[in-house]
């Protein structure tokens, strides 16, 4: 099972609010991988809205993107990408 993370830097001044994460979890729902999104020691289900959304990751906050599975390369490569697409990394 290959498994692949990447840390990220919110650089929206609104954070990763609900429009972003909505299309999130949305592409993240896409792939077979598990794929969990952690913020100062806490993980959550990243095909989770409510999980992302608990998450908090306002300006400025360092979060970790990792994804388990055959499809997890690939996963995690959209997702970075999906984030930049609607402006939230740095």
């Known amino acids: 099972?290959?498994?692949?993370?990447?840390?990220?830097?919110?650089?929206?001044?609104l954070g990763?609010?609900?429009r972003?994460?909505?299309?999130?979890?949305?592409?993240?729902s896409k792939y077979v991988a598990e794929i969990s999104v952690g913020k100062d020691g806490t993980w959550v289900n990243?095909?989770?809205i409510m999980g992302v959304m608990t998450l908090a990751a306002e300006y400025g906050s360092k979060?970790?993107?990792r994804?388990?599975?055959d499809d997890?390369?690939?996963?995690l490569e959209a997702l970075v990408a999906c984030l930049k697409r609607e402006?939230?990394?740095e």
């Open 16 to 18: 990763l609010h609900a």
């Open 67 to 69: 994804a388990e599975g």
């Open 72 to 75: 997890a390369s690939e996963a």
């Open 87 to 89: 402006e939230v990394l």
């Open 63 to 65: 979060v970790t993107i």
């Open 1 to 13: 099972m290959v498994t692949v993370e990447r840390s990220v830097k919110i650089g929206k001044r």
């Open 46 to 48: 990243g095909k989770s």
């Open 20 to 28: 972003p994460a909505a299309e999130f979890v949305k592409l993240a």
